[in-house]
Nanobody, 123 residues
Framework: QVQLVESGGGLVQAGTSQRLSCAAS????????TGWFRQAPGKEREFLAA????????YYADSVKGRFTISRDNAKNTVYLQMNSLNPEDTAVYYCAASFRGYSGRPTTYDYWGQGTQVTVSS
């Protein structure tokens, strides 16, 4: 079992930055890939970024490459998503998820999910 808890969401102004955290507990933190997704109202869940077990493998969706950065701190069992230059289109519920089947941009590959944290970007 893996438990994931996201934090760091809130209401922010367009053009600013926000850092989300995903705190993990349960099975060994470095044994799985962690991904970030988001879901806006009326839209499908969208892959954003994923980081492998060793952090040497990092993947980004084209839509956020260069603007979002994923990282992990194994000592704190935490994965971060640094988001820069936010715009209203980034408004969504942000989720982290754990995959024991390696990297994938498909939500169905991920076995465990957090409850999500709302990010609202005002113009």
């Amino acid at each position: 079992q893996v438990q994931l808890v996201e934090s760091g969401g809130g209401l922010v102004q367009a053009g600013t930055s926000q850092r989300l955290s995903c705190a993990a507990s349960g099975r060994t933190f470095i044994s799985y890939t962690t991904g970030w997704f988001r879901q806006a109202p009326g839209k499908e869940r969208e892959f954003l970024a994923a980081i492998g077990r060793s952090a040497a493998s990092i993947y980004y969706a084209d839509s956020v490459k260069g603007r979002f950065t994923i990282s992990r701190d194994n000592a704190k069992n935490t994965v971060y998503l640094q988001m820069n230059s936010l715009n209203p289109e980034d408004t969504a519920v942000y989720y982290c998820a754990a995959s024991f089947r390696g990297y994938s941009g498909r939500p169905t590959t991920y076995d465990y999910w957090g409850q999500g944290t709302q990010v609202t970007v005002s113009s």
